[in-house]
């Protein structure tokens, strides 16, 4: 099987135990049935000899010996018959048995013709007869025929012994055929001895074979299948750190691991996918409440590091003349690119994602080193329009192969552009705010804030200072007779002097002032940190570079501008903007009746000057008197001491 190289695979490995086993187990069985069936036919065999030569012969034996002791005994009693009738009838018995026993013995010598022992037995028993005979025919042809003495000294001492020779000999043959079956007995024993033992040792490797195979399958396939079977059981609760075991294996369950653990991480990137989802669609949200466009990329940007910890990111927005991008925020980013031009990026200039790394036609965007291999660059759309790029790369770990570093790459790009599609509509309605915002705020003609900016930056400028205990100075400018150059030059006139006016007064604010028009041909100007003489000093600066601006419209020099400023200063002029805007135009209009093209300060703060100079007066006054009763004090110690000194 492919990939089973390095070890054999479970159903190979099953297969071939299973077939060694039962392969095994049939030749036992055909081996025990063969040894059976052998061991039968031995026994049968050995049966057979017994029955066929050892048997017979020992019966043969038997009955000569039979016969040969009737015969003894029919000579005796042929001996003691008392008639010739009797005798002769006697006589004509042991003749029949002698015939008989003449047939016996020829049967026997031809039974034991194959054996030279027994052979040789019966030839000492033929002899040990035929010597017996003569005495036997003694004992028939005995004259002492009724002398009972003469017979039972001549049957049991003169035949006696000679007759015993011939039973010994038969007894010896018995014997002899004795023996030899009981050594054909004792090599059927032994047979059946080491029969047994073989038949133990093949029922003993059985019970090892289907040991080892019980062993094999509960510790290679049951084992392994329940621990990966708790495993899946583990994931599917949700447990996606759970172990799987044996993926190391390079057989049918290392590959049913390996799937698993690939399923496992498949299940945790969707879980993280849905949660990074989730997260995308709550940013949405959160975007939508960002209050400026920096505020929204770093949201953006914290979102996105902790979304992609893998991944470096940047961030780079179209410049308002769209001739270059500039970085508004990046992550995990150690570059120093704070700028690209659009043609630097493919995905800018093909209009649509550019992803490196995955094909094999691919050329590196000019705004990223040609080391780094896996990035893409996503447009960010509003409303139809690019107006900005989403560099995305990944940083693959040291331990990470080349297969899962394409994967979780590909996720992260699918990632990023979901995240690019919030982020598109996050930046278009921050833009669309952002310009809302403008209009609302600021002036179309002048460029300038306008009243309400005005309304909205003064109360905060105020807190500030009412909680730093600052000093704030507002400037109300007014152009001198205004409605004359829209009577005798036209509006169009009019509309070119208020921008001149707009342009000075903008070049004019600090960077932290708040320059505003505040209607008509009327402007304010509020000042932060300066005192009254200052701020009458910034004022009559002001009015000398709009006397020195010349304004043309339609070609022809206009008249000389000029303009009349009035200044109040927070907190004496007063307590809130209103107050202190209301001071400011008092002031202009007393600037105004004094002759325009001048500066004038509130009431309120040259009162507080003149208050303050009597009190500084006052407190001169207390010091000099001070010193002077100090010194008339001295006086009249020096007076009484010298008295006493010109009593003593």
Request: glycine letters at 6%.
């Amino acid at each position: 099987m492919p990939g089973l190289s390095f070890q054999r695979s479970v159903a190979v490995t099953i297969k071939m135990s299973l077939l060694v086993a039962v392969v095994f187990l049939l030749a036992t069985l055909a081996s025990v049935s063969l040894l059976a069936k052998w061991r039968l036919a031995a026994l049968e065999q050995s049966v057979e000899q017994l029955g066929r030569d050892r048997l017979p012969r020992m019966r043969a034996m038997g009955e000569a010996e039979l016969a040969v002791t009737r015969m003894r005994l029919s000579a005796v009693r042929a001996a003691l018959a008392t008639t010739d009738a009797e005798r002769t009838q006697i006589k004509d018995l042991i003749a029949e048995r002698m015939t008989a026993l003449d047939n016996k013995l020829d049967a026997l010598r031809q039974l034991v013709a194959d054996d030279p022992a027994q052979s040789l037995i019966l030839e000492s028993f033929t002899s040990k007869w035929r010597t017996y005979l003569k005495y036997q025919d003694e004992i028939l042809g005995t004259e002492a025929r009724g002398s009972r003495d003469q017979i039972g000294q001549l049957v049991n001492a003169v035949t006696l012994g000679p007759f015993q020779d011939v039973i010994d000999a038969i007894d010896e043959g018995i014997n002899y055929a004795d023996i030899q079956a009981n050594e054909v007995i004792r090599g059927a024993e032994q047979e059946r001895g080491r029969f047994a033992t073989l038949l133990w040792l093949l029922n003993g490797a059985s019970v090892f074979v289907g040991l080892g195979t019980l062993i094999f399958v509960i510790r290679d396939v049951s084992l392994p299948i329940r621990r990966i079977t708790e495993s899946m059981e583990r994931i599917a609760e949700g447990e996606l750190d759970a172990e799987i075991p044996f993926a190391e294996r390079r057989n049918e369950l290392g590959m049913m691991a390996r799937a698993l653990v690939v399923f496992r991480k498949s299940l945790a990137e969707n879980e993280r996918l849905g949660a990074a989802t989730r997260t995308l669609s709550e940013l949405s949200d959160w975007l939508q409440l960002a209050k400026s466009e920096a505020e929204l990329y770093d949201m953006i940007a914290d979102v996105l590091a902790r979304l992609m910890p893998e991944c470096a990111g940047t961030l780079f927005i179209y410049t308002a003349e769209r001739d270059f991008l500039a970085r508004v925020k990046a992550w995990n980013d150690p570059r120093d690119v704070v700028s690209m031009h659009p043609d630097d990026c493919w995905a800018l200039r093909r209009g649509h994602t550019y992803v490196h790394g995955m094909s094999e036609i691919e050329f590196p965007c000019a705004h990223v080193d040609a080391a780094e291999e896996d990035y893409c660059c996503i447009p960010i759309l509003a409303h139809g329009e690019t107006v900005g790029l989403l560099y995305l790369q990944y940083l693959r770990g040291e331990s990470e192969s080349a297969a899962d570093a394409k994967a979780r790459f590909t996720d992260r790009q699918r990632l990023g552009l979901a995240a690019a599609e919030h982020i598109s509509i996050a930046i278009a309605n921050a833009k669309l705010r952002e310009k809302l915002r403008d209009q609302s705020m600021r002036d179309v003609l002048t460029g300038l804030n306008n009243r309400r900016y005005l309304m909205e930056a003064g109360q905060r400028e105020l807190k500030r200072a009412a909680r730093e205990n600052l000093e704030i100075g507002a400037l109300a400018i007014d152009i001198d007779h205004f409605k004359s150059f829209n009577d005798t030059h036209g509006h169009g006139a009019g509309d070119a002097v208020l921008r001149e006016v707009g342009a000075v007064i903008g070049s004019f604010a600090r960077e932290y002032d708040i320059a505003c028009r505040n209607g008509g041909e009327e402007f304010v100007v509020l000042m932060p940190r300066i005192d009254a003489s200052g701020a009458a000093a910034r004022a009559e600066e002001l009015r000398g570079r709009v006397e020195a601006t010349s304004v043309r419209h339609g070609g022809v020099a206009l008249p000389r501008v000029t303009i009349s400023v009035g200044v109040a200063i927070y907190p004496d002029a007063g307590a809130d903007l209103a107050a202190l805007l209301k001071s400011a135009d008092e002031a202009l209009y007393a600037a105004k009746r004094h002759g325009r093209n001048r500066v004038e300060i509130a009431r309120d703060n040259v009162g507080s000057r003149l208050a303050s100079a009597d009190e500084g007066l006052d407190r001169l006054i207390g010091t000099i008197s001070a010193r002077q009763a100090a010194q008339d004090s001295c006086c009249e110690a020096a007076v009484t001491a010298e008295a006493a000194r010109d009593a003593a």
